[in-house]
């Protein structure tokens, strides 16, 4: 039922859920709990794990926690807890229909407390609740969901319970607005509704936005109405709540899993979870054979199991992320420049106009500027995150503003749009041009055009290379300052800033030259990297001119999620540098892909008999049917697409039922195990490697410098 709805899913219905689309006013909905004070302060630090399956044989965990978009706020900024790093690891639930977020009451010294705000399947009261904390971006997260299929089947609601909490990664960007979505479905129709939009994302193998259309259609809500229940603000609070748990607890990754306290990271497989649950069921008979009350059970073990538990490991001891004294040298460049252009103080900031962090912060912006004067100057780069819809358009009239009226008409329209607090719909925008006196023909034009994109992606490359992953995100005379800090913290590093400053005039610098003099030993965004691997042979298919200036090797899955998701990326990549560039296959099944395999020694046998022509349409079946059926990638599919393609059914049988083409494949596996490529999808580009499902920037720098490169 899941998959049908979603198929009939409009462009107009997305929009509609994930922007402030034009809508009707949607009839009020109920309201919810009074608004707690926001704990939620901005953005991520550093680039994080490429997005793709890593190697990493069990689970995802961040290399640095943050505050703001790009990273999910969290609530224990100053808690303290385990360290972040690699982590493994995923979840379950609902208690009853019509539960409430920040609803219930769990017991307040329980080590890992459950409230009727999570949601949960099976009784309140069994002996055994497995909580666990997960990621609706996670593959792992998404593979452990079998696991806990098949706990379900063997215990039964009445021995386990199973309880989700959330954990979204920094480096999934739709990780948290799917979390945020899931909670706010919870709030208002109970388990039914979590639980729907639960399996449309971990069991139907739908993507996140087809699962965010879908709800608007299993819901019976208009998208208007989905809008208002995430916009309350109560479904980020929780996963605030969930994530400050987690840290709390030790959860360095997802999937995480506490079966009743006791902490079992990554995606598992079955008999880990039931050696654990079976010894939890004898310890909880236990306490109630003694007379304790079934709904204390779980409290009492988890208290007990607290105390068994290993001592965390130590604390980190490098500085956090947002702490970080070094310097970094971000250029200027041709960026809008607000105050004095020789001030001693310049700050640049990565900011994107649909962020509620970048809103809280330009306030602070705001307030600094006046008590600065010429002392600060103010350099703005665009970074509109790829899950806010309206902010490049928001970016667009800015630059387009600036061609008309110069920085002065950039400015104006920055200040306009952050008094519209995230409100940047088409017919917002037109205000905003009007009031800033712009050409509104021409506005218009330049937005749905997308004139400036290359301006946006030149900063969005900038903040990539200097770890600037979320927003917002401040450099001070290059020292690192992360997300909607409180402006004091803004005065303490301007203040240190402007100290040094001085003493650099001091000794002679002229004051337009204190910035680049004081960065020039700064750390510099660092080189792409680099590899050498084994070139492919004839036997590798490829497509492309064989004299192209630059090979594209794709070091693949066909049974990973990544690598389905990176091919209009390629395509358009191919589009983009016409004739100049031969893209060659080769195969790297990964060892939790079962069907990856047969599904390489399938293609390989296209190319066999059809060259390279046959093994693209074989791929590109493939991939077509990954992720739409359950059987994609079983043999009875492989025989179906080898049909289409044109194959001869007796040798395709005979190649994979010897496996002739085992061999060559293994082979390939090893070229990559011998570059140090453990993960797909993985690309090499001449010399440069680049790890994952990347966007087209990424390729398109790294191409456009093999390109200079090539002789």
Excluded at 228 to 235: P, Y
Excluded at 251 to 262: D, E, K, L, M, W
Excluded at 349 to 366: E, G, H, K
Excluded at 608 to 624: E, P
Aim: charged content about 20%; proline content about 9%.
């Amino acid at each position: 039922m899941v998959k049908s709805f979603l198929r009939k899913a409009s462009i107009a219905t997305l929009l509609g859920i994930v922007a402030c689309a034009a809508q009707p006013p949607a009839p009020p909905i109920a309201p919810g709990p009074p608004p707690s004070p926001p704990v939620s302060q901005g953005a991520a630090v550093g680039k994080g794990a490429a997005e793709g399956d890593m190697g990493r044989p069990l689970g995802d965990g961040p290399p640095e926690a943050g505050w703001g978009d790009g990273a999910p706020p969290s609530a224990v900024a100053a808690r303290g807890g385990a360290p972040s790093g690699v982590g493994y690891g995923n979840a379950g639930g609902g208690l009853g229909a019509g539960a409430r977020i920040g609803a219930g009451a769990g017991v307040p010294n329980d080590p890992v407390p459950v409230t009727a705000a999570d949601p949960a399947w099976g009784n309140a009261n069994a002996p055994v609740t497995l909580v666990e904390f997960s990621d609706f971006q996670c593959p792992f997260c998404s593979r452990m969901n079998a696991t806990l299929d098949q706990l379900r089947q063997t215990y039964g609601p009445t021995k386990l319970r199973i309880v989700w909490k959330n954990n979204p990664l920094p480096f999934y960007n739709n990780a948290r607005p799917a979390a945020e979505m899931a909670m706010a479905l919870y709030e208002k129709g109970g388990p039914s509704w979590f639980w729907q939009y639960h399996d449309a994302l971990f069991r139907s193998q739908v993507t996140l936005t087809e699962a965010i259309v879908g709800a608007t259609q299993f819901t019976g809500l208009t998208p208007a109405q989905v809008n208002a229940l995430v916009a309350r603000g109560t479904a980020a609070r929780k996963v605030d709540d969930d994530m400050a748990l987690g840290k709390q607890t030790g959860v360095q990754g997802t999937p995480a899993s506490f079966i009743n306290g006791v902490l079992l990271s990554g995606a598992q497989p079955f008999d880990k979870f039931s050696a654990i649950i079976d010894e939890q069921l004898v310890a909880a008979g236990a306490l109630l054979a003694q007379g304790v009350p079934a709904n204390r059970v779980y409290a009492r073990l988890t208290a007990e199991n607290k105390l068994k538990a290993p001592p965390p490991p130590p604390p980190s001891t490098s500085a956090p992320a947002d702490d970080d004294k070094s310097l970094w040298r971000v250029p200027v460049g041709t960026s809008p420049i607000r105050g004095n252009a020789a001030a001693p103080v310049t700050m640049i900031m990565f900011s994107d106009y649909q962020c509620p962090f970048c809103v809280r912060a330009a306030d602070t912006v705001a307030k600094l500027t006046v008590e600065y004067g010429d002392k600060l100057r103010i350099v703005f780069k665009h970074n509109p995150l790829p899950f806010h819809p309206r902010a490049e358009p928001a970016a667009e009239l800015t630059l387009e503003a600036r061609a008309q009226k110069g920085d002065a008409g950039f400015w104006k329209v920055n200040d306009l749009l952050w008094a519209r607090n995230g409100k940047l719909e088409d017919s917002d925008l037109d205000a905003v041009a009007i009031a800033a006196g712009l050409n509104v023909a021409l506005t218009a034009k330049a937005i749905q055009t997308h004139k400036y994109k290359a301006q946006i992606d030149q900063d969005q490359e900038l903040s990539d290379e200097v770890q600037a992953g979320g927003t917002p995100h401040f450099f001070i005379n290059g020292q690192r300052l992360v997300g909607a800090q409180p402006v004091e913290k803004f005065r303490e590093v301007i203040d240190a800033q402007l100290a040094r400053a001085k003493a650099e005039i001091a000794k002679g610098t002229p004051a337009a030259k204190v910035y680049d003099t004081l960065l020039k030993d700064a750390k510099a965004a660092p080189p792409p990297e680099q590899k050498t691997v084994a070139p492919p042979t004839k036997d590798s298919p490829s497509r492309g001119p064989a004299n192209a200036k630059v090979t594209v090797q794709i070091f693949a899955d066909f049974q990973c999620p990544f690598c389905k998701r990176v091919n209009p990326t390629l395509t358009d990549l191919d589009a983009a540098f016409p004739g100049k560039i031969r893209f060659v296959w080769r195969n790297l099944p990964l060892p939790m892909h079962a069907n990856a395999p047969l599904a390489a020694e399938a293609a390989l046998e296209a190319f066999a008999q059809k060259g390279s022509a046959g093994f693209w349409q074989m791929h590109d079946l493939m991939f077509a049917s990954f992720g739409t059926q359950i059987d994609a990638l079983e043999r009875p599919a492989l025989e179906r697409y080898a049909a289409t393609v044109g194959l001869d059914p007796k040798r395709l049988a005979v190649a994979l039922d010897t496996r002739s083409h085992k061999a060559f494949v293994d082979t390939e596996a090893a070229v990559a195990a011998a570059a140090g490529i453990s993960g797909t999808p993985a690309f090499m580009i001449n010399g440069y490697y680049l790890s994952g499902a990347q966007p087209l920037s990424k390729f398109k720098k790294l191409v456009t410098l093999a390109l200079k490169e090539a002789k």
